[in-house]
């Protein structure tokens, strides 16, 4: 039931964008997206629910394909802050909890 | 406000000894959680809490063991530790309202540094 999150890790130079991908192979509910920097809690970015919009704040933002059971997270004219691991997590049902793929690192370098 | 606080920070056993791990919420929050974090795993959830007195399993159950007696507080216990089980451990703790669509984002403790020798 673990989401499989692709790629595993992406290298950038600042100003660049990327795309997290994140799939389930069951029909989902909601999608949650966490980044963690190295040593530290994972911290909340946003959620995406069924027959929701498009989310996003900054320039990070994510849409959730119900068809596909897919969600994407795009880091646009990436940062040096951004560098850390990012996180889907995925809940099948309201009220559920919640189930973390592997992850995926980012590196951004200046 | 403290957040998510946890005790300890570190810890050091010895295959078969048991301990208890403490996740401590201010926010009044009805959901918590316990995680672990292995390398190139990513978060696997332990255990589980919808509300005081209830607990559910999560995806790596077996060798844990949990109480959420009070709202606030959820306990996390190895009765037996193995090697198997040297991780960093997060709780998290989150707000629910199903009416606007399930729980919302998880507040995580800073975690705790589990080595089973």
């Known amino acids: 039931q673990q989401p499989v999150q692709s790629p595993q890790a992406v290298i950038l130079r600042e100003g660049e964008d990327a795309v997290i991908n994140c799939s389930s192979s069951k029909a989902l509910y909601s999608v949650h997206w966490y980044r963690q920097k190295h040593g530290e809690a994972p911290v909340f970015l946003m959620i995406l629910l069924k027959g929701g919009e498009q989310k996003g704040h900054d320039k990070i933002s994510a849409s959730f394909n119900e068809k596909k059971q897919q969600s994407s997270l795009y880091l646009t004219a990436s940062q040096l802050s951004y560098s850390g691991t990012y996180f889907c997590g995925t809940e099948l049902q309201a009220g559920t909890a919640l189930i973390f793929g592997k992850g995926t690192t980012l590196s951004v370098s200046s | 406000n403290a957040g998510v606080t946890q005790t300890p920070k570190f810890r050091v056993l010895k295959t078969g000894q048991s301990m208890t791990l403490l996740c401590a919420q201010d926010m009044n929050h009805e959901y918590m959680y316990w995680y672990r974090q292995d390398p190139g795993m990513g978060l696997r959830l332990i255990h589980y809490s919808v509300g005081e007195g209830t607990t559910a399993k999560g995806e790596v159950p077996d060798g844990y063991n949990v109480s959420r007696l009070k709202k606030q507080n959820f306990l996390l216990g190895l009765e037996s530790a193995a090697p198997s089980q040297t991780s960093v451990y997060f709780c998290?703790?989150?707000?629910?309202?199903?009416?606007?669509?399930?729980?919302?984002?998880?507040?995580f403790g800073p975690g705790t540094r589990l080595t089973v020798t």
């Open positions: 998290a703790s989150s707000y629910v309202e199903l009416s606007a669509g399930g729980p919302y984002e998880q507040y």
